[in-house]
Every structure is written in structure tokens, then in C-alpha cells.
């Protein structure tokens, strides 16, 4: 694949931060249809393929010198040393054929984006993967500079922030739809996105939905 899209669009607050960049790229393949306009039912199948690090055990006041699985709790019989560090989400162990699946067949994508945030958002890739190269164990994440994939299908949102996620999210639709516009309330945006275009914004700091399909 080109490194450079057909088309993007770079959009900055007045700080130089950035708002949201687009992408635009691919032609349509087959999903299940689906009309939000007819069926207003907003639940929708989702996987979470991901590194976790929400609700670990904070080592705030633990030595730097000693490892996390050497630590036992003060008063603990047992001390689970799992929530000590990021662990992987339990729909990876659940769905490790498909998870796996994903790697091969969208290794190619991946990467491609990747070399696009490299050469048109330096600063926010080089951010993201400084928490992406320090995974335990060595692991490597197959979306870096991004630590998730999370899988929405025939996905339908209500205005939402999400507020425990940190810097940057990725969106890209895939399938053959009509509408599906991704809608930034404080940006004041509304991208059309097509199948195998993307944006990248803050998610913890927009609100966001996608509108009708």
C-alpha cells in the first residue's frame, strides 16, 4: 500500500493540539445490513481485544527496586501479582483464534497506518508508543503505536465521552453503508467516513456518536 492516502485532513485547536485527522482510503466490501433510521435499538455486539490497565494495583509507594511479581501486600495472605501490571483483556483468551486471525489478515492495515501517523502525526505517534514499548514480558501490540482493537459491529452510539481512555483513538469503518457519519460536538465536526477511511481524535476529551446508517 501507498503510505500517503488519497486524501487527509489535518484539523488543530488553537494550541497546535490536535482535533481530529482523516484519512481517506479503500472501496466497500459486504457486512450485514442493518437501518439505525428503522431500528432505533441502540445494543450492538462488541470485542474488546486489548491490553487493560484500568484497575491494577497502584505502586505508588512500592520500591523501584524490586520486581512487581517479587511485592506481596501488607495483611494479604495472598497477593494476586496478575493486577500488578497490564494484563490482557479476557476477550483476547476468550477469542484467541480470531484474535489471531486479526493479526495476519490485518497486518498489512495496520502497519500502513502506523507509517501514516509517522509521517503526517510524529508527535501523537511517538506519544502513544511510549507506553506501546513497554508492555510486559515483551509483548508487542499488533496495532502499534495503538495497545487495542476493539471491534463494533453494526455499531450505534449515543453522544458519549470516554473518559478513562487516554490520548488518541483510531476509528475505521468497514462494510458497505450509507450515513454512518462520525459527529464531534465540541469540534463542532461531522466526517463522512467511508469503508477503509480513519480518524484519529481524543476520545477522553470530545464527545462523540456516529450518526444514522
Known amino acids: 500500500m501507498d503510505a500517503i492516502p488519497n486524501f487527509l485532513v489535518d484539523i488543530r485547536n488553537s494550541d497546535e493540539t490536535l482535533m481530529a485527522f482523516t484519512s481517506v482510503f479503500g472501496k466497500p466490501d459486504l457486512l450485514a445490513e442493518k437501518n439505525t433510521c428503522v431500528n432505533a435499538d441502540s445494543t450492538f455486539e462488541a470485542l474488546h481485544l486489548l491490553w487493560y490497565n484500568r484497575h491494577i494495583t497502584k505502586g505508588l509507594k512500592a520500591p523501584s527496586d524490586v520486581p512487581p511479581s517479587m511485592l506481596d501486600k501488607v495483611g494479604c495472605k495472598h497477593t494476586n501479582h496478575s493486577q500488578m501490571i497490564p494484563y490482557i483483556f479476557k476477550d483476547v483468551s476468550n ?109 477522553s476529551d470530545i464527545t462523540h456518536l456516529n450518526l444514522h446508517y
Open 95 to 203: 477469542n484467541q483464534e480470531l484474535f489471531q486471525s486479526l493479526k495476519v489478515v490485518f497486518e498489512e492495515l495496520f502497519n500502513w497506518i502506523h507509517c501514516i501517523m509517522q509521517i503526517h502525526l510524529p508527535e501523537e505517534c511517538q506519544m502513544l508508543k511510549q507506553v506501546a514499548s513497554i508492555l510486559p514480558a515483551n509483548h508487542c501490540s499488533p496495532t502499534a503505536p495503538f495497545l487495542s482493537i476493539v471491534i463494533n459491529i453494526n455499531v450505534q452510539t449515543k453522544a458519549h465521552q470516554d473518559s478513562k481512555d487516554q490520548e488518541h483513538c483510531l476509528v475505521l469503518p468497514i462494510g458497505s453503508f450509507k450515513g454512518v457519519a462520525l459527529a464531534m460536538v465540541e469540534a463542532g465536526l461531522v466526517i463522512e467516513l467511508n469503508h477503509g477511511d480513519f480518524a484519529i481524535f481524543r476520545l
